[in-house]
């Protein structure tokens, strides 16, 4: 159980990503969790107002099974599986948070300044939560597809829009940290 609840060495994950692309590649399935969106969208029926949803949701049936996986294995792993021991911050970043007014994780995995329940009593912070979503949103649309889509199965398939995109995630996260997150905190 403890080499489970512990860090995995990045070859071990890389090699499994790696046997799961291999194996969509095999049935010719290709990843992606954000047009999981538009199939939940497409299976309402709005595809008969608007032309974006007018699709063939029912082929992308088994990419549900990813999402519904996804929630159920980071439900195991936080309630069950989960060793904070293990989660270390490099101190200036402690300390870059504490100046934001961001807690330390102190064996958690997720600030509470951001992500606990106490964010919904606040209009400041629910107005970042909804102009952050809806910037998601747009983004992966607009790309085509969500970092991990690009990151996993596009680069995977050696695409070049993938790896445009990744580039610009990579770029935009950047900014984020460094010079807007800042601003808002």
Same mark, same amino acid.
């Given at each position: 159980?403890?080499?489970?609840?512990?860090?995995?060495?990045?070859?071990?994950?890389? $090699?499994?990503?790696?046997?799961? #692309?291999?194996?969509?590649?095999?049935?010719?399935?290709?990843?992606?969790?954000?047009?999981?969106?538009?199939?939940?969208? *497409?299976?309402?029926?709005?595809?008969?107002?608007?032309?974006?949803?007018?699709?063939?949701?029912?082929?992308?049936?088994?990419?549900? *099974?990813? @999402?519904?996986?996804?929630?159920?294995?980071?439900? @195991?792993?936080?309630?069950?599986?989960?060793? *904070?021991?293990?989660?270390?911050?490099?101190?200036?970043?402690?300390?870059?948070?504490?100046?934001?007014?961001?807690? *330390?994780?102190?064996?958690?995995?997720?600030?509470?300044?951001?992500?606990?329940?106490?964010?919904?009593?606040? @209009?400041?912070?629910?107005?970042?939560?909804?102009?952050?979503?809806?910037?998601?949103?747009?983004?992966?649309?607009?790309?085509?597809?969500?970092?991990?889509?690009?990151?996993?199965?596009?680069?995977?398939?050696?695409?070049?829009?993938?790896?445009?995109? @990744?580039?610009?995630?990579?770029?935009?996260?950047?900014? #984020?940290?460094? $010079?807007?997150?800042?601003?808002?905190?």
């Amino acid at each position: 159980m403890e080499y489970i609840t512990h860090t995995w060495h990045w070859s071990i994950a890389g $090699f499994l990503i790696g046997l799961i #692309m291999l194996t969509l590649i095999y049935f010719g399935k290709s990843f992606g969790i954000s047009s999981n969106l538009r199939s939940l969208c *497409a299976m309402t029926g709005i595809g008969k107002k608007v032309p974006f949803f007018n699709w063939d949701w029912k082929s992308q049936r088994w990419n549900f *099974a990813v @999402v519904i996986g996804a929630m159920i294995g980071g439900y @195991v792993a936080v309630h069950y599986l989960n060793d *904070a021991s293990n989660v270390t911050l490099n101190p200036n970043t402690i300390e870059q948070l504490t100046v934001m007014g961001i807690d *330390a994780p102190n064996g958690k995995i997720l600030p509470d300044a951001l992500f606990g329940s106490q964010v919904f009593s606040s @209009v400041k912070m629910i107005l970042i939560l909804i102009i952050g979503g809806i910037l998601i949103g747009f983004g992966s649309r607009y790309a085509g597809g969500c970092t991990s889509g690009h990151a996993i199965s596009g680069m995977s398939n050696l695409q070049l829009p993938s790896l445009k995109a @990744v580039i610009g995630f990579f770029i935009g996260g950047l900014i #984020m940290a460094h $010079f807007i997150l800042p601003l808002i905190f």
